[in-house]
């Protein structure tokens, strides 16, 4: 049982250059979202799915777009990269919202130079 | 706009020195109030869930309470292991159940 799986772990990308990081969970659950992590500071929301073929945005969604085909995969596209958006990207599960505790995978660190 | 702040931003404890986090929210319809634990380097692990005011839920040496307007995180007697950075999380049901966090409190304790 995996949970949820983020891949890479890390990642140097060059200003202007595109990027997918992927997200998947064995857990069938509905809603995921997709969080970045500044240093020092809390998370902030960029897209969540509450289920495959719906997908809205967060506090912060500016230069980033997400797709969900399936329950199991919410990948996260970076277009154009820029160094503002280098970050540490959470993604997350949810059962149920307000019901359940999300579950979090282990991150991608991202820096863009 | 809804809000989740945490307080105070770090918190440094010796050992076997209890204290309290705080978690203001103002928001609209609270669905549940999360809190979070973060090691560096690794994802946020579940530690609670409260949904409505006067609840409380309690896991070895951590309580959390919940009120109207604001939810503690009591540390108990606090051994180095309980070093990390603490997250509250909200979840409100006019806002697209969004879950919001709040910035965080890093806690180091001392031995």
């Known amino acids: 049982n995996a949970g949820v799986t983020q891949t890479p772990k890390f990642r140097i990308l060059k200003i202007g250059q595109s990027m997918t990081l992927q997200c998947t969970q064995d857990?069938?659950?509905?809603?995921m979202y997709w969080y970045r992590q500044d240093p020092g500071m809390g998370l902030k929301l960029i897209y969540y799915?509450?289920?495959?073929?719906?997908?809205d945005k967060g506090e912060v969604p500016n230069g980033y777009n997400v797709s969900r085909s399936t329950t199991e995969d919410f990948p996260l596209r970076l277009e154009l990269a820029a160094p503002s958006q280098t970050s540490v990207y959470f993604c997350?599960?949810?059962?149920?919202?307000?019901?359940?505790?999300?579950?979090f995978g282990q991150g991608t660190r991202l820096t863009v130079v | 706009e809804d809000q989740v702040t945490q307080s105070p931003e770090a918190l440094r404890l010796q050992e076997g020195e209890s204290s309290s986090l705080n978690c203001s929210y103002t928001?609209?319809?609270?669905?549940?109030l999360f809190w979070y634990r973060q090691d560096p380097g690794k994802g946020p692990e579940f530690l609670f869930t409260?949904?409505?005011a006067g609840e409380e839920k309690e896991k070895e040496r951590l309580k959390a309470t919940l009120t109207k307007k604001e939810s503690f995180l009591h540390i108990t007697a606090p051994k180095p292991e309980d070093s990390a950075t603490y997250l509250c999380?909200?979840?409100?049901?006019?806002?697209?159940?969004?879950?919001?966090f709040g910035g965080g409190t890093r806690v180091l304790v001392k031995p």
């Open positions: 997350a599960t949810q059962l149920v919202q307000g019901t359940g505790w999300a579950f």
């Open positions: 857990m069938n659950h509905n809603y």
């Open positions: 799915s509450v289920g495959a073929g719906i997908t």
């Open positions: 928001v609209s319809g609270l669905r549940g």
């Open positions: 409260l949904y409505s």
């Open positions: 999380a909200v979840q409100v049901k006019a806002a697209g159940n969004k879950l919001t």
